[in-house]
């Protein structure tokens, strides 16, 4: 469905897309993360004709990026494209006339893609009278208008509490269902491990993992992971070495690579004489295989 190759992009001095290269298939989440500045919303400004890169090639289904496939395209941005003292109706018909939808279509549409997002009863609500969550599924309303094919979702949850990230995932879910192609950036790693066909990880302008979240688990040479709680800390890391426990750090969290899947009662023994506060045994997660591959040059 999407295709970049070889992709530069420089501000100035500054490269801040290298060689980026990815492929999204159809009817798949894709999600892109990466830290702040590694290239992300550049990369969406380049997919949908809004920027120009320096050198490189994208495809939408088999076409260049032109004029032409920006009608294929659906964006969210980060910050909601929406004007605050008109309705979410009105908001809808605004953007519906600039894809060029005739008035039959556009009354269709409006009204379907206000249901999608479940905001039918708030037709003729201001957008300034809506909840931070309403909001953000009305500016995916605006995406969804035209009836795209590969809708953009960039960091579409951010700032919102459980409950409208949970009907934003939903939404997300009823998307790809309906066979829209998606592409989505966040940072939040449990809303990527739970959402995305396949995941590509950038760091600075570069894909440095790129797969499925069975794929990119693959990376990790562990079978799980074991977060230990200990004052004793330095002990506890040399103990592990002689075990052949390989040590990270996990933000404040001391962990352990286990190569082979043990009783929590052997884990223990392991840690015999050294005080442990606690064990706990983890799955290989995105957050682990993040680390390693964005900490490692
Ligand atoms: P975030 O997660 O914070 O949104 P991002 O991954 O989307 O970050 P970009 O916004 O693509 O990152 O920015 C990539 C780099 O390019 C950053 O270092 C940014 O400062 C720089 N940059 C972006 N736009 C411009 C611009 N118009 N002029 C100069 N530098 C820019």
Known sequence: MLKIQNLNKSYKLRKVLQNLSLHINLGEIYGLIGANGAGKTTTINIIC???KADSGNITINNQPISEATKKIIGIAPQENLLYKTL???????????????????????????????NLLDRAKSPVETLSGGMQRRLNIAVALVHQPKLVILDEPTT????????????????????????????????????????????????????????????????????????????????????????????????????SESLELKEIISRFDGIAIDSIARQPVRLEHIYVEVTQQD
């Open 159 to 258: 700032g919102l509490d459980i409950e409208a990230r949970y009907e934003i995932w939903e939404l997300i879910r009823q998307l790809k269902n309906q066979g829209i192609t998606i592409l989505l950036t966040t940072h939040l790693l449990d809303e990527t491990e739970r959402l995305c066909d396949r995941i590509g990880i950038l760091k600075s302008g570069r894909i440095v993992a790129e797969g499925s979240l069975a794929q990119l688990r693959t990376l990790i040479p562990a079978a799980e992971i074991v977060v230990v709680q200990t004052a004793q800390e330095e002990e506890a890391i040399a103990r592990a070495k002689e075990y052949g426990f390989t040590p990270r750090r996990y933000g404040n969290e001391l962990a352990f690579w286990l």
């Open 49 to 51: 004709n809004l920027l």
């Open 87 to 117: 309705t979410c109706e009105e908001n809808l018909k605004f953007f519906a006339n600039i894809y060029g939808l005739d008035r039959e279509t556009r009354q269709k549409q409006i009204k379907e893609t206000l249901a999608a997002v």
